[in-house]
Every structure is written in C-alpha cells, then in structure tokens.
C-alpha cells in the first residue's frame, strides 16, 4: 500500500521556521516529481513547491525566498524547509506524489502549520 506521511507541522510564532518532511512507504517516486501543496482557510488547495526527480524545484512566487523544497531518494522524503513564518501561511500542508509508470497521484493526509502571536 503507497502511503506518504507528512510530519513537522505546528505552531509557530511569526518570523519563525518549520520544517515539514514526507516519507514515502515506496520507492515508486524516485523517478517523478513530488511537491508540497496547502489550503489555507477560505481558500483552494495550492502548490506551494515541487520538486522533480533530479532536484529542478518550482516554488510559488507567495513563498518564493521563504520555503525550500528538497528531496533525499534514498529516504524516500521529501522536506519543506519553512522560513520566515507568515500569519497567512497558516494552513493544511499536503504532501505528493506521482507515480510516473501509473501516472497516478498520492496524496499524504496532511500536517497543520499554524503561524500566529
């Protein structure tokens, strides 16, 4: 059964970090991309970065110089490096994972960051 598990959220004061990790019960991503995704209260599930196989990395322009994504293949995780904590950054963190054979998508059950005084 693929499972991705998410791990690292919490609370957090502004200005601070986090750092969220996924682990994958397979090895079937290592030749696809991953990403981070959220949904933030009131609004739509959004990608926050992805990451392919060989470490290309998109990230979206509101966490731009903020986050970073990486990925250790022999672990099979993926990380979210969070800094610089906003209070608009609170929201559910959902990891994925795409089977490149299947093109199938697997999500993780989420982990809550939650940026506030």
């Known amino acids: 059964q693929v499972q991705l598990v998410e791990s690292g959220g919490g609370l957090v004061q502004p200005g601070g970090s986090l750092r969220l990790s996924c682990a994958a019960s397979?090895?079937?991503?290592?030749?696809?991309?991953m990403g981070w995704y959220r949904q933030t209260p009131g609004n739509q599930r959004e990608m926050v970065a992805v990451?392919?196989?060989?470490?290309?990395?998109v990230t979206a322009d509101s966490v731009k110089g903020r986050f970073t994504i990486s990925r250790d293949n022999a672990k099979n995780t993926i990380y979210l490096e969070m800094n610089d904590l906003k209070p608009e950054d609170t929201g559910d963190y959902y990891c994925?994972?795409?089977?490149?054979?299947?093109?199938?998508?697997?999500w993780g059950q989420g982990t809550r960051v939650t940026v506030s005084s």
């Open positions: 994925k994972g795409l089977d490149g054979a299947t093109q199938t998508a697997y």
């Open positions: 397979t090895n079937i991503f290592r030749e696809s991309a």
């Open positions: 990451i392919s196989s060989d470490g290309f990395t």
